[in-house]
């Protein structure tokens, strides 16, 4: 089993940037990769960026590419999202879940953290 805790979130005006941290407990994340979602009010849930175990080549949805950096710290059982140049329509919950290397699916997922970008 594998517990994540998201950190991370909160107020930050257009044009700023935030990191997010997910932090794993129970179990490593050693072969297990990793992903970044959000969702806002009345919309699903959307992929944001995914990193694998091996912290190889990363996946970001277009929406966010070059403004949002996902890594990863196996030593530390911690994935990173770092967010630049916020948009208000970055607001939403974010996500991170976490998926065995040889799974399509994502199993283990996390609370979810608020971030909210004003104008």
């Known amino acids: 089993q594998v517990q994540l805790v998201e950190s991370g979130g909160g107020s930050v005006q257009a044009g700023g940037s935030l990191r997010l941290s997910c932090t794993a407990s129970g179990r490593t994340l050693m072969r297990y990769d990793m992903g970044w979602f959000r969702q806002v009010p009345g919309k699903e849930r959307d992929f944001v960026a995914s990193?694998?175990?091996?912290?190889?080549?990363?996946s970001t949805a277009a929406s966010v590419k070059g403004r949002f950096i996902i890594s990863r710290d196996n030593a530390k059982n911690t994935v990173y999202l770092q967010m630049n140049s916020l948009k208000p329509e970055d607001t939403a919950v974010y996500y991170c879940?976490?998926?065995?290397?040889?799974?399509?699916?994502?199993?283990?997922w996390g609370q979810g953290t608020q971030v909210t970008v004003s104008s």
């Open positions: 879940a976490a998926r065995y290397y040889m799974s399509n699916e994502y199993r283990y």
């Open positions: 990193i694998p175990w091996s912290g190889g080549s990363t």
